[in-house]
T-cell receptor, first 114, second 109 residues
Framework: NAGVTQTPKFQVLKTGQSMTLQCAQDMNHEYMSWYRQDPGMGLRLIHYSVGAGITDQGEVPNGYNVSRSTTEDFPLRLLSAAPSQTSVYFC?????????????FGQGTRLTVV | SQQGEEDPQALSIQEGENATMNCSYKTSINNLQWYRQNSGRGLVHLILIRSNEREKHSGRLRVTLDTSKKSSSLLITASRAADTASYFCATVLTYKLSFGAGTTVTVRA
């Protein structure tokens, strides 16, 4: 199994540009989430989804949109990129809705906004 | 703000020694999880301990949980060079997994 796949691995954007970070999982997990990791900090939750058609905000949702039209995919959209969004982004999935089992993480997308 | 806080921030030990790191958190939890992150890579799940459990073992890992003190500890016994990584505790409440800033462990050969 591929697990959690994130694309692209690296991206450079200009301020004001928009883009979508892709995340796909092949484990039929209901729960999916997006995090950002900044130097010296742990992961901070951006948005999460407990199933297709259901999304909710995390700790740092401003500037990001998500949708969950299928169980497998959970794209993260940056509406108008800002230098403050320079970070490493991780997607994760977990069996069930309640995070009662381990989360599986993708390898990350390193985003630089100039 | 982050839920968990690891202590120490960094730890350097000799191969074969034990490594202990602590995590304190602020609110009630459903469970607490520990993850490892090798440089530049994604996180890998190590162990999950539920709020009604006090201790759990997995191979060379031992995790304790004290909900009255809102704290947890991770012990890695007989450390190896491959254990060099950052370790994060993460608390689960409702649908949110909240991470601390992590402990960076360096195992010297």
């Amino acid at each position: 199994n591929a697990g959690v796949t994130q694309t692209p691995k690296f991206q450079v954007l200009k301020t004001g540009q928009s883009m979508t970070l892709q995340c796909a999982q092949d484990m039929n997990h209901e729960y999916m989430s997006w995090y950002r990791q900044d130097p010296g900090m742990g992961l901070r939750l951006i948005h999460y989804s407990v199933g297709a058609g259901i999304t909710d905000q995390g700790e740092v949702p401003n500037g990001y949109n998500v949708s969950r039209s299928t169980t497998e995919d959970f794209p993260l959209r940056l509406l108008s990129a800002a230098p403050s969004q320079t970070s490493v982004y991780f997607c994760a999935s977990s069996y069930g809705q309640g995070l009662n089992t381990e989360a599986f993480f993708g390898q990350g997308t390193r985003l630089t906004v100039v | 703000s982050q839920q968990g806080e690891e202590d120490p921030q960094a730890l350097s030990i000799q191969e074969g020694e034990n490594a202990t790191m602590n995590c304190s958190y602020k609110t009630s939890i459903n469970n607490l999880q520990w993850y490892r992150q090798n440089s530049g890579r994604g996180l890998v799940h190590l162990i999950l301990i539920r709020s009604n459990e006090r201790e759990k073992h997995s191979g060379r890992l031992r995790v304790t949980l004290d909900t009255s003190k809102k704290s947890s500890s991770l012990l890695i016994t007989a450390s190896r060079a491959a254990d060099t990584a950052s370790y994060f505790c993460a608390t689960v409440l409702t649908y949110k997994l909240s991470f601390g800033a992590g402990t960076t462990v360096t195992v010297r050969a």
